[in-house]
Structure formats: C-alpha cells, structure tokens
Nanobody, 117 residues
Framework: QVQLVESGGGLVQAGGSLRLSCAAS????????MGWYRQAPGKQRELVAA???????NYAGSVKGRFTISRDNAKNTVYLQMNSLKPEDTAVYYC???????????WGQGTLVTVSS
C-alpha cells in the first residue's frame, strides 16, 4: 500500500517561506487527487490546497495567492510552496491522496509548521 511521508516543516518568522514535500512510496500515477490539509490546535482539519492528476488546483481562500501546490509524478512527490507566512498558518500539515478507482484515501503522518510573529 502506498505510504505518504511529509517533510519540510519547521519554525519560520512571519513573512518567510517554507516548502513542504510529500513523497509517496509508490507511483502516484493512479492517484486522482493529492492535497494538503492542516490542523491548528483546537481547530478542525481543513483543506489548504489540492491538485488533480490533470493539473486542476483548488486553494483555501486564506492561502490563495500565497501558497502553491505542485506535483511531480516522476518523483512521486507533491509540494506545497508557502510564501508570506502568517502566524495563523501555524498548524500540523498533512498530505492526502485519493484514488477513485477501487477507492483509496491515504494520509501522511503530518509535519509541524510554526510561524512566529
């Protein structure tokens, strides 16, 4: 079964940038949607950005224009470039993958992003 491993989290000052990576253990060719979610303390997990296999993207309004999701099928990896970070972006970020054929949904273990003011 495909496993997802996130990396790239850390501590950054407000206004800074981070790039998160999500590496899949197998080919993501058959994965229909890959995305990033986040969960801040005391809050529900929310969608940050998602990308379909055809390249369509969807962003949460709060990150639109600051975050960019990209996907490299050759490297079985999806990225989240986060610019102009704000303290309210502080959360654990989770990678997610969904395959519609023989439905499968996977989650990574999460990576912590902390933005200091």
């Amino acid at each position: 079964q495909v496993q997802l491993v996130e990396s790239g989290g850390g501590l950054v000052q407000a206004g800074g940038s981070l790039r998160l990576s999500c590496a899949a253990s197998e080919s993501i060719f058959s994965i229909n949607v890959m995305g990033w979610y986040r969960q801040a303390p005391g809050k529900q997990r929310e969608l940050v950005a998602a990308m379909t296999s055809s390249g369509s993207t969807n962003y949460a309004g709060s990150v639109k224009g600051r975050f960019t999701i990209s996907r490299d099928n050759a490297k079985n990896t999806v990225y989240l470039q986060m610019n102009s970070l704000k303290p309210e972006d502080t959360a654990v970020y989770y990678c997610n993958a969904v395959r519609y054929n023989r439905y499968l949904e996977l989650w990574g273990q999460g990576t912590l992003v902390t933005v200091s003011s």
